[in-house]
């Protein structure tokens, strides 16, 4: 079972402007090969379909407990490609009705390089790579052989560090930039944890491959306050109770990597304090939350009242 | 955020025998059109795109909470596919290795009806439907105008009960039609709730609508005993302290649909009891969890005693 | 513009028994790469897209006239896909609700090969292969250059006649026998008039390269009566007044094939007959078109009385 | 089975230049989630595979006479997408060949949006979305189920209003805008008729619920002449002789929406008077219709003369 | 460059009996995520998109030969799959023409796995997965970066192992066991040869993974004798000249894996031996190569004289 | 089997400058419906599919030979959009670290048409279309049938050659320009090669119809040197000793096309001298060939060393 808890695993800054085509680029980390999406769903399915839990648990709990980071990361890009595209939000702007929208007040949606996301989405973010192709099960490796599944996940977190990297120098806007800095270190901490994985089964001193790309992740300034708080070094639970015995795998001893400020590995029962997340205030003209919301705002503040 | 707990929203009880063909009728309720990644997606996506979120708060946390509870179908699913598929956790049966492999030991395999199923994912369950093709984003919908979101969740909700009663009606297994019987209910649930939103918005009486196909659930024993519990009254809020206000909507004085055993709606804040996970025993013939897992196993136990 | 006519462009006869396994092989007819979906989607859009129409005009109203010949194409072979899963038309078992389900009375579902054509369309025919793969654009060329988009639907039809004999040879129900006699029929016109089409324009006799697969149509003894009938000299303008002009180059003294019965061939201005179309009885049951359809019934009856 | 007739619904205003992205945003109507690809293929299939035809008369004729008129809303769709594609017909200028192409004639369409809609289409239609992604299967139900059917297609409808109103926002050319103006009213149509079924069938009044998003259609300068000519209250048959029990539900006292120009709902037998299709000029250094197509011109006038 | 040689790498024993769904299941060998074509164009992008290539060369030099030898094993496992779809070759019963076809001499094929196998390919191989889904580009990592390619590709290696393992587990045929065993023995070479790069770039012995999964190759009988020849010490250029440094990584004292037959590993400059290919002979009764074909094979056989 | 030369079938020039949308736009003739893909995968499955091979060589040496052909066009097409998203080689570039990456170095990217194209490929070719649609085997027909394929074939390569020339017309930039020059001659040999096997088969003179597009290649100036060395007559074999037979086709007193120079048409045993590879110079910015590659080169020059 999951619980959802409404916030974000960080806060984000609010972007400068509307950017479409940032937003686009933000989409290959949600729904590309290396994107969310598919890190999700490998440890999602992979959980569900691994073998001899018990007798093979810390293994099994890693898989699990990454899975949730996953979810929220899925969620952390979503929320920045939405913000992209749709700018700050604008307080009050959400209050009257649309207006006379017979002057063409979107031409420039037409010259996006996803024009559907505006037509179809609103800009909402989609399960697609920044191509606007849809995230599928080919991403999804499931085989039930615990080597060869940790192994594909090792790799898959290291092509997902180097995509991270690309969009990354890709954006200027500081939403973006903070949700590629943020995940580069959480990306980092579970290529290393799968690394220790199979080093205790294989032997295999693996995570000396690591980081790959050889950047060391403080040459990213939006890392820097992350690697300060010593996340590189914190594997979470995110469970009320389950997943603790991750810390066979992540403690025993083993410390960060040697590019990375110097200490401990250690498990974080439960999840990261996280942040607000946006309003996302709707746009009348654009029908959401639709062309004229007054009505629908006031049932919503009745039905709230009601509620407590 | 989100947060995992180690059980399934229900325990399923252990299928009779291997059947892959079952495991690949169930499939259809995991990646389908109208199946659980669908409605898990839809509702995801639509959570984080959602626009005006404070001044449309019960409504968002309508589609935010049921997300967190699909998500939990998603898992109930796909174990249930992979009990089909492997049949009865045999105790013991993974702690040698996979013997002599020369004799076709899964020439069976060969014939069922989606037989990458063995041989990719050894049974495992897969973002696909029973055709064997892939989920993917042509099945999201996220609009961004609340009125379409809302409308396209009830018809989804209802096209969804329709296929559940039909692959309901494929099945001996008692592994699969308690799959089916939990999300009968908890689909009626749902289907119920985006109705009652829908009225609220638009004064349209749309639950009226309700159940479709008409058949009361009453007539399905595996929802039995669902019911006696009142589970079709229930909306959860999926998380530890959010989303309380779906009370707005799913309660004031609103009453279970008119075949359903009579009682008041009501919010329970958190999450069901459920029930425990099946280990899915590995078979080395098969290299799950590996050939020969023993050392395997034994790491694991050292680190699980190093975790404590 | 289109008009559509409460008939099939033949009767078919009814089906022996359900069959979902030859179904699913008439699908390949349907939506495969040569199936009826893509020659009817390559002339629509090819029509649509046509350049210099006027100029060109014996050439455009080819590939608009037989575009909905085409359609009709591809409702006949979905009416035989639906009789094929379904079965022969039973009076009157629709007529009650759908009893006691909980039996598991699909249980035969779970092994056809394309179970999702149970539990997703009730035995309807999609376009999709026979291998359940979606029909797609990757199928339709449209190049705005007349010479290349001929050549492209002499090939199809060549293609199309070549699967079509091979599905028919899977087929004993006399309902995909039909189906494949008369629209190898057609297709051997259809053939023939994009060849005399090329010849036209380019001097090169290319229909001499017909039959292919270089067996007589009168081989097949489902082609006998359209054969008898001059089916294979018929070019119809499927239109009240439209595309008359496809006279210049179906006619123009040419004759039929070799193989074929002698005669000259002729346009005519219209349709063929047809026949009428199947009920396909409802199965409550299956939740078709209800659970419960009895009043359901009764408000059609009272409606259509109504609209008289 | 179909008749073609060689009008369009309405003629459409000459585009004022070529604009590819503008073309390339208006294919969102034609091949994407709610396009008129879906609308069509949606209704083409539910009535192929309607159960129990005469006992549900005014339903599988409200659903096959829609299938007729949807047919020709892909026609429209598709001729604006070509037209805003290529630009006002240039009389003559296919009448020469194609001149030096050695100068990069086509710089400019390698920057386009979707720049393979020229290389592979030279600027036509194809059944794919506003981002280049294929229509496919994944948007069709047909559940056999009636009242599912029909209300994913009262979903259906709303959904692609909603599309089409930010598509007419995103273009500023009268022919794209003469589109969505033209199907934003007879979408509306669609709409209501799906409610009536609904309806009659179940007693909810859920074409309460409509306009979806809640602007009126005379907020859109474009509809003004439709709704004046009462188009917003006739439901047309598309059919010789068939299909008239559609005034069971569409008629019967019932009234046009609040916010549109009062009078009752009326069938119209048989199809609108329709406008002229472009010629859609051949461009010889395209290669439309052909490089050098004199001489193809000449044949083709030829032939057109011997038909007549 | 390529060349092409009228060999296979091994001439394959054939088959005892056409047994369609064993071609089905070693398609996953040709067409699946772990697949012969994702070996084949992996490598042969990254090798088209390989940086510094001279500065790199024995590393590009690894990837570029390996992929000449990946599109042989295309060729070996679509051999295999037609020969297991179609039986022994039948000397002589190609000459005649295919008879009375009107009994459905087919009508097995309706009931095989991939129906359209037979109507579309007549059993011939295809780019596609064992249930039927297509090869696609999702399968394909080139990142450029040198390290996360190669981990990429040691990854593959290894999950192809497994598939082929449990492929080979379903297959009692002759054909489908050879073609099963000589990739085990030659794929298990590839994932020494990337695990021998990646040692020499990274300093992590990540050869000692291997086999992974644990079986050695020795408890495969059909490996049997490729071990004995040597063949998994040796790595071939595929070149008449180039990619001799390969020798600089698979050599240089490297020695075969621990649990194989011991030796030095060494670079075989060009190629095996190989074997001669089936005839594969026609059925004209299926239309291959056509249905009467005797005058094609005259005219062949008088061309054939005349190149002399 | 295989063989891989280390060169291309050309040296092209190097690109002026990057220009990633003419990268993109020339992936149309690698990845779309009529580019080398889509050739090479057709001809290499017919071959492998092909029946009745001793009894029909010269047809079967014809696809088979033309497919090694065609794997060098992959190759070449690819270098192509390799070299233009990349821009020409800058020696020493690749020398140093990629330094400091925080300032949005590739802000540029984010605006490309195929933003996908640098965030995953660093600007290398995939197998995708110009709209970054991945190629798919509903390219492929293998049917078995000797004269569908040929037919299908004459048809690829006349549309392949439509859409190279609309390629060319887009491209200002040599590298590009030259790829599209020498495939225009390259693809007339295939298109006159197929037509030559049908006439042989059918007695169909069907190379009449060449050109199409009727443009002469002569009036490509990237063409001539081509025509001036005669390339436009010879066939190459693409073996070292094999498939000399298609001289049975391609000879035989055979002459070029009217409108191209004129020659006797004839076989080359082998292939063309090819050119050179460029280097695609790594961009350690962009982590190609890594973030800081000095070590890994010196390692390369190592092992370099090593195996001389």
Redesign the interface.
Known sequence: ?????????IELPAPLRADP??G??LQ?LL????GEMSTL?NY??QS????????????YSLV??I??EE??H??LV??GV?MLNNGPDLVGA?EED?G???G????????I????????????????????????????????????DL??N??LE??AR??K????????DPTGREVCGYLLVRGSVHAHAYALA?K???????E??LP????PLG???ECQKYLDEGSHRRLYT????????????W??GEMALPDDPAGELEVIE???D?GK?Q?????P?????????EE??E??????????
């Open positions: 079972m999951f619980l959802r808890v409404d916030k974000l695993q085509n940032a686009a680029a290959e729904g590309g090969k290396y769903n999602l399915f569900f379909n691994f073998r001899s839990k018990s007798k093979l648990k810390p293994f699990a407990a899975t949730a979810l929220g899925v969620e979503s929320n939405a959400d649309g006379d929208i017979s063409a007040p979107y031409e420039a949606m037409k010259d390089r996803l024009a559907g996301a505006f037509s179809s989405n609103a800009g909402g973010a989609m399960p697609m790579n920044s191509n606007g192709a849809s995230w599928n099960m080919d991403f999804v490796t499931t085989t039930g052989n615990v080597i060869v192994l594909h090792f790799h290291c092509g180097l995509h990297l690309r969009v990354y120098e890709t954006l200027t199979i205790n089964l294989t032997g295999v001193e693996i000396k491959m790959t790309p050889n950047i040459n990213i300034p995110f469970s009320p109770d389950d997943y603790k015995d991750i810390a066979g795998i403690g025993q439960g999840m990261p996280g997340i309003q996302l205030t709707g746009v003209s654009a029908f959401t939350p639709d062309y004229a919301p629908m705002m049932i919503a503040a009745k039905l709230y009242k009601a509620s407590r």
